[in-house]
């Protein structure tokens, strides 16, 4: 069964600075791998998606994220943080299932406080 | 065009009493599923739909929860009685069926509050 390690739940960092979230995985196969951001009050918004090809992945915001396969990992960066980036960032690993859907494992999630 | 909507936002209800969710999804979109997060943990997979079809239900708790999808259009979630490890925010997303890579867009979910 798949598996998503989020290792830090929360991150605070001074508004300006460049940020990295930390996800690891566990699956068997090539897996779809997806970041989502939940900010008070909203829903889960997609920021990004890595399904094949280019490892270096452009998202929504001005977010990124790395496929590593050796490392089983899949981190978020942004070189600049703005203080609306506070929120619940999640990373997840989908697993393809009969019907032609995609079940996604979620992280814990971290919680990423903005200071100005 | 419209994004996924959940309804209610909000539901506080007492322990054994029925709660219905709703969720309806954007339009188009074959897949449908519902996930759940309880406080302090991580949020996970109830049940997907194929249209009107469970595909996959392996994540429901038990049988106080009945999820149903009429005629492939919007779904319910049932939970009848309810209890206090019920409570939690019930995510409901969608895809279009693509052959395993879809991108699932979610709901801003329903807070489900057991007292």
């Known amino acids: 069964a798949q598996s998503v390690t989020q290792p830090d739940i929360h991150i605070t960092v001074s508004e300006g600075a460049s940020l990295e979230l930390r996800c690891n995985y566990s699956?068997?196969?090539?897996?779809?791998l997806f970041w989502y951001v939940q900010s008070p009050g909203q829903g889960l918004q997609l920021l990004l998606k890595?399904?094949?090809?280019?490892?270096l992945v452009q998202g929504i915001k001005g977010f990124e994220a790395e496929f590593k396969r050796s490392q089983s990992s899949f981190n978020l960066r942004k070189p600049s943080v703005h203080w609306s980036d506070a929120a619940e960032y999640f990373c997840a690993v989908g697993a393809q299932v009969t019907g032609g859907g995609n079940k996604l494992t979620f992280g814990t999630g971290t919680q990423l406080k903005v200071e100005l | 065009e419209a994004g996924v909507t959940q309804f209610p936002s909000h539901s506080v209800i007492e322990k054994g009493q029925t709660v219905t969710l709703r969720c309806d999804p954007i339009?188009?979109?074959?897949?449908l599923y519902w996930y759940r997060r309880v406080m302090g943990k991580e949020i996970k997979f109830l049940l997907h739909f194929v249209k009107e079809s469970k595909q996959d239900e392996s994540g429901m708790p038990n049988n106080r929860f009945l999820a149903e999808r009429t005629g492939g259009t919007y779904s319910t979630l049932k939970v009848q009685p309810a209890e206090l490890e019920d409570s939690g925010v019930y995510f409901c997303?969608?895809?279009?069926?693509?052959?395993?890579?879809?991108?699932?867009?979610f709901g801003p979910g329903t807070r489900l509050t057991v007292l």
């Open positions: 339009s188009g979109h074959d897949n």
């Open positions: 890595y399904f094949s090809g280019d490892t």
């Open positions: 997303a969608s895809s279009q069926v693509t052959g395993g890579a879809d991108t699932q867009y």
């Open positions: 699956y068997g196969a090539t897996p779809y």
